[in-house]
């Protein structure tokens, strides 16, 4: 049996375990084609970013279970297990990774409510008199 890579990528609330191996560029995620899971182009050119930048679209097999979030964040947590995943098979890549941004996680996550307001930053509207 051949190695797999094992990543797990984050963005907001969405988790993806990524599972790489040599093959010739097929994307599954949660069972379906990647095209048929992400119906917007951009997400799906999220989802093969890492790919293109090494130039290795044809050359691995990409198995993805993804859960939580919506579908922009579960792409971007795609993108980086693809990216650490690639990694791991080879160092060499690391520096294209980076330059194009796809080795950082996206710290950004909802802010939550506080108590007295209608939202996190919101107010309710206030009456002088």
């Excluded at 939550?112 to 930053?121: E, I």
């Amino acid at each position: 049996m051949e190695k797999q890579n094992n990543t797990l990528g984050r963005r907001k609330e969405a988790v993806a375990r990524v599972f790489l191996r040599k093959g010739n560029g097929q994307i599954v995620i949660n069972g379906k084609d990647y095209k048929s899971y992400f119906a917007l182009v951009y997400l799906q050119n999220q989802v093969e970013l890492p790919l293109k930048t090494i130039d290795a679209t044809e050359n691995f097999d990409v198995t993805v279970t993804v859960k939580g979030g919506g579908v922009k964040g579960q792409a971007e947590a795609i993108r980086l297990g693809i990216a650490r995943g690639l990694c791991q098979i080879n160092e060499e890549w690391r520096p294209a990774l980076k330059h194009a941004g796809l080795l950082m996680r996206d710290p950004r996550v909802v802010e939550r409510k506080k108590p007295g307001q209608k939202k996190a930053r919101k107010n309710f509207q206030f009456s002088k008199r």
